[in-house]
């Protein structure tokens, strides 16, 4: 279970964006922010189910490309790229030094896998993965408030995840200053928030169950399956037939000029597209996607970066939301989820 709960005191600072270090970003407003709420999209909801959506709420809040100094990492090379990685959670900086390019991978909510050892870093002490091949992965520990303002109350423990790899000599180096970084800002409740981020990334700030809580007519809600990441929901719905179905919801980063998987579909006028993997059983039915593409991209690439086009490429992105069920009602549930996410 993630978010894993403990009452601590801690002290009444705001969980604010001054350490936002991508170049551009605006000073926070001088107001406290409203503490983090969730929905319970009409479900009486186990407390493990309000946990983990309280902790996935809170995660994303923060922008773990704000992690990225270019100036901390000088001494490696020049930081040419700093961009979402896959989803929104991830993002990925690559830093070119002579005929080399590095590269840096920062995931908020990252997972804390058994085979890991104790790493000392400026500051304290994270975790380094044992069982991977090459490159430098390390983990560090976040306890952060459950409201996602600082203040006398739970908090819950999560990490943030750095791995280095491609680097010239010691590839831990770069990520423990990352991960050092990281340590002093989660000590001090100083994290960037994707709200002062240069570039916000499409749908960053939405909350993927919130299509759950608005199903279309004739289906109903019936359980949560999984909700601890910020950016993947699942869940059970009845359908006008009285069946249960399962359904997923995923926001998932995308190349800008990559070409869209599957035939094209109508969603309430909004373009998406229908893929099916087949190879269901014959008892079980066929499970397909439905994507549609949120308006807007991002662009990571630092001028007069010496990649090349291919590589710069990578560094162009957009969002697509991913729906995935039953070929009988993926593309209406699909609908229905295009009103929330403009």
Known sequence: MRGIRAVLAVT???????????????MPEPAARAPVTIDTYGLDLSLRDRSDLQTAAVLRIIDPCGFVSPGQ??????????????????????????????????EVGAYKPDTVTDYPVDGGTVSRRMDTVGGCELIVPARLPVTGVAGPGDTFLDHIGV???????????????????????????????????????????YDPCAAAGHLPTGWRLTRLATVGQPYDCTFYANGPDGK?????????????????????IDLNGRPGTLYCPGGAAPDMPDNCFADFILEGEVDGN??????SKVEMAYGRVRTTVSV?????????????????YR
């Open 73 to 106: 990492l000088s001494k490696y090379g020049e930081v040419v790229q700093v961009v979402p990685y896959l989803g929104p959670e991830r993002c990925r900086a690559l830093v070119h030094s002579g005929s080399d390019t590095g590269s840096l991978m920062i």
């Open 244 to 264: 249960e179905q399962y359904f997923g919801v995923r926001l998932e980063i995308d190349r800008a000029d990559a070409s869209a998987l599957g035939a094209p």
């Open 163 to 205: 791995t280095a790899g491609e680097f010239a000599g010691d590839e831990c180096a770069p990520a423990a200053d990352v991960a050092a970084k990281i340590l002093a800002a989660v000590r001090d409740l100083k994290l960037p928030l994707r709200r002062y981020a240069t570039e916000i990334v499409p749908g960053g700030f």
């Open 12 to 26: 009444a600072v705001l969980l604010a964006g001054c350490t936002q270090l991508t170049p551009g970003s605006p």
């Open 302 to 307: 630092r001028s007069g970066s010496p990649l």
């Open 324 to 340: 995935y069920g039953i070929r009988a009602a993926v593309e209406t549930v699909a609908a229905a989820a295009t009103a929330l």
